[in-house]
C-alpha cells in the first residue's frame, strides 16, 4: 500500500512539474531543461546518493533555476520502485532521467527502448547496452583510493589498515582494489584487511565490521558506499584516521578524517547535457578521473597531517595523473 501511494505521490508531482515547466520535449529555448533522477540513498548521506544531488544542484545554481530543472526520488533502493518512478518520468517527457544505482540497469534495458525520444543516463557503469538513448557514467574511483592508501599507510604505526566494503562491485572494489596498491606501494609489508559486509546501507553490519578490524589491531580506517557512517562512529570513537569517498565526510568526524576522494559528476553532466540539447540521446560512457576532475582530494585542514605524508600523496595525484602511476585492479 505505501509503494502505491508512493507511487500516486511521484505521478502528481511530475505532472504539476510537467504544467509549469513548459516544452519538456525540447528544453532549452521553449522551458528549462528538465532531470529527473532516482538514487538509493538519501541525499544527504555524505556517500553515493548526495554526490549525484549536490552536482545537479551545482548545475542548477550554475544555470539558473529558469534554465534548469530537477526532481529527485531518493532511499529508492527496492529496483521494482525505482522502475516505476523511471517509466513515469518518461511518460512526462523529461528531458533527461538518471538512475543512479549500478542495479537500476536492468530496468533501463527494458524502459528505454519504450521512449526513444527521451535520454537516460546511469551508473556507475561502463555499458550504454548498444543503447542509443542511454549514457553510461562511471568512477575511476581505484585513482583516488589510490592516494587514501598511501595517506593510511604514511600514518599506520601498526601495520594493519581495516576496509569496511558493501558488495564486491563496481566504484565500491575499484576502491578497495586501489586504497590497498596505494597502501602496499608506500609499504610492502603492510596489512590491509578486508571486510565486504553484503550491504550498501547497513550501518550496524558497518560498524560491526569495523570493531571487527580494531579487534585485528587496524589503527586507521576506510570504507565506501552510504552504511559507513557506522564504520566512521567507530573509528571517531577509537579516535583513529579515517579515509573518505565519494562524498566529503569530514562534518561527521572532523577530528579523525584525513582526506576524502569527491566525486564531481558535473564534468559528465555537463557533456550529457549539452549533447541531449543538440539532440544526441545517448550511446557513450563517461568516466569522472583525477585528470579531468571529476574526482577530487579534499583533505581536512583541521587534521594535523604530518608534511611527509601529504608530500606522498600529493606525488601520488601527479603520478596518477600523467601516467607514471599505473594501479593494476
Not at 580494531?214 to 576506510?222: E, H, P, S, W
Request: glycine share 12%; hydrophobic share 45%.
Amino acid at each position: 500500500m505505501k509503494r502505491q501511494i508512493w507511487i500516486l505521490a511521484l505521478f502528481v508531482l511530475t505532472l504539476s512539474l510537467a504544467a509549469c515547466g513548459g516544452d519538456a520535449d525540447t528544453g532549452g529555448d521553449s522551458g528549462p531543461f528538465r532531470v529527473a533522477v532516482v538514487m538509493p540513498s538519501a541525499t544527504n548521506d555524505l556517500a553515493f546518493s548526495q554526490s549525484m544531488f549536490d552536482a545537479l544542484t551545482a548545475i542548477q545554481n550554475k544555470m539558473g533555476a529558469e534554465n534548469f530543472e530537477f526532481v529527485f526520488a531518493d532511499g529508492t533502493f527496492v529496483v521494482d520502485d525505482a522502475a516505476a518512478a523511471i517509466r513515469d518520468w518518461a511518460g512526462q517527457g523529461f528531458d533527461l532521467i538518471i538512475a543512479h544505482g549500478s542495479q537500476y540497469g536492468s530496468s533501463l534495458q527494458e524502459i528505454a527502448p519504450d521512449f526513444p525520444e527521451v535520454s537516460f543516463a546511469w551508473g556507475t557503469a561502463g555499458d550504454t547496452f548498444g543503447m542509443p538513448n542511454i549514457y553510461a557514467y562511471e568512477a575511476n574511483s581505484q585513482e583516488g583510493g589510490y592516494v587514501n592508501g598511501v595517506l593510511a599507510a604514511s600514518l599506520s604505526q601498526s601495520g594493519t589498515i581495516g576496509v569496511v566494503g558493501p558488495l564486491e562491485v563496481g566504484d565500491a572494489k575499484l576502491y578497495v582494489d586501489g586504497f590497498i596498491a596505494g597502501a602496499k606501494a608506500t609499504n610492502a609489508s603492510i596489512q590491509v584487511n578486508v571486510n565486504y559486509i553484503g550491504s550498501f546501507s547497513d550501518v550496524a553490519l558497518a560498524s560491526e565490521a569495523a570493531q571487527t578490524h580494531l579487534g585485528a589491531g587496524a589503527d586507521a580506517l576506510t570504507g565506501t558506499a552510504q552504511m559507513v557512517v557506522g564504520a566512521i562512529g567507530v573509528a571517531k570513537d577509537a579516535g583513529i584516521p579515517w579515509f573518505g569517498t565519494q562524498s566529503n565526510q569530514t562534518e561527521l568526524a572532523p577530528d579523525i578524517v584525513v582526506a576524502n576522494q569527491v566525486y564531481d559528476w558535473t564534468v559528465v553532466l555537463d557533456q550529457i547535457i549539452a549533447n541531449v540539447k543538440e539532440g544526441k540521446l545517448g550511446g557513450e560512457a563517461y568516466a569522472i578521473t583525477l585528470e579531468n576532475g571529476g574526482l577530487i582530494m579534499e583533505y581536512n585542514d583541521a587534521y594535523d597531517l604530518p608534511d611527509a605524508a601529504r608530500a606522498a600523496a600529493d606525488a601520488a595525484v601527479e603520478g596518477i595523473i600523467d601516467g607514471s602511476i599505473t594501479i593494476n585492479n
